[in-house]
């Protein structure tokens, strides 16, 4: 932690502390010493002040040595026996205290005669006082670990997120660079546009998709962009039809999540397919949740599976973004193979 984090840390400390003993002391001063018995002696509130620094003292040990020594360890026989002591030593040191200011002469401390029953009672406060400042340093320290539980979660799911992205990314430029080597090879006129459509993808992927969401128009235009690719290495073979029903604008979706299912389309659907192969993919805007949509023909020893880069990837991304509120159907049958996908958004 920055040394100026540290140093924010101990001042909301401080500030934190003084207002509790504030509270505590002026409520037990006014409410019981003043209201209860009628106290209204100035001088005898300043004598008191050194019962306040035995207390303080008692609290803060069990704050900083026993609590996380003994009680965090489980070494609870240990924790209670000393706990017990430093509550009968500071008593005493209390009994003692008021003995001497009786003893020197003051009238309200020699009024409040030493008993078994005001031992007993000095005890009983010191119980009180360690019970609600440790029920209070117990909740404090489980919201805290809790919160670090939360924030050590989010920070493993970030990470597994951006390492799941970042392999749908070589992934992808390496199926994109054949393509373009192929054309290349072939001499084709297409080369330069396929070069441009490449840059627009780069593009998106670099400096656009590194956050959390993306515009849904974005994601789509991304989509067509790949797709472009696609019909322009493989020409006549290929009929693909992408449609949108509704209006994107204004939803967001994690980047690069469809991608690998049309990616899978392509690589099963044509492939090992001579001949014309039809892809069909729809996207649907409905009332919070969008569904996709996309089939291709494949042969059952082809048909994608659960293992490999592809959808097992995008499987363990929508489980971490989404946990139990998205639905994915995969149907390999009739040669035709068919995943539809539905999100919240």
Request: hydrophobic share 45%; with cysteine; charged share 20%.
């Amino acid at each position: 932690m920055p040394d100026n984090q540290v140093i924010s840390v101990f001042k909301r400390k401080v500030v934190y502390h003084t207002a509790f003993w504030l509270i505590y002391f002026v409520g037990y001063f006014v409410v019981i010493v003043y209201g209860l018995y009628g106290v209204t002696d100035g001088w005898f509130y300043i004598q008191s002040l050194p019962f306040i620094l035995f207390d303080l003292v008692m609290v803060y040990v069990n704050f900083y040595i026993l609590i996380p020594k003994y009680l965090a360890t489980g070494r609870y026989f240990s924790y209670g026996l000393l706990l017990l002591l430093i509550m009968v030593i500071t008593a005493a040191l209390n009994i003692t205290g008021r003995s001497i200011y009786a003893n020197a002469g003051y009238e309200i401390f020699a009024a409040l005669p030493f008993s078994f029953a005001s031992a007993l009672a000095t005890i009983a406060e010191r119980f009180y006082l360690i019970g609600l400042t440790t029920s209070i340093k117990i909740t404090k320290d489980w919201l805290l670990g809790r919160q670090m539980i939360k924030d050590k979660e989010k920070q493993f799911l970030e990470t597994e997120l951006n390492f799941l992205k970042s392999q749908i990314q070589p992934h992808f430029f390496f199926n994109t660079l054949n393509n373009l080597y192929s054309l290349t090879l072939q001499k084709s006129d297409k080369a330069p546009e396929v070069v441009l459509k490449l840059s627009e993808l780069m593009s998106y992927m670099l400096y656009e998709s590194n956050t959390p969401t993306v515009g849904l128009a974005e994601e789509i235009n991304y989509l067509r962009n790949y797709i472009d690719l696609e019909k322009l290495r493989f020409g006549n073979r290929l009929v693909i039809e992408f449609e949108v029903c509704g209006d994107p604008a204004g939803l967001r979706i994690p980047p690069l999540l469809l991608i690998l299912f049309v990616e899978n389309s392509f690589k099963h659907g044509v492939r090992n397919n001579i001949g014309k192969t039809e892809i069909k993919a729809c996207l649907k805007i409905e009332s919070g949740f969008i569904s996709f949509r996309i089939e291709n023909p494949v042969s059952v020893s082809d048909a994608p599976s659960s293992g490999g880069i592809g959808l097992k990837n995008v499987k363990r991304r929508l489980e971490l973004l989404y946990g139990d509120k998205y639905k994915l159907d995969t149907i390999a049958e009739a040669g035709k193979y068919t995943a539809i996908l539905r999100l919240p958004v």
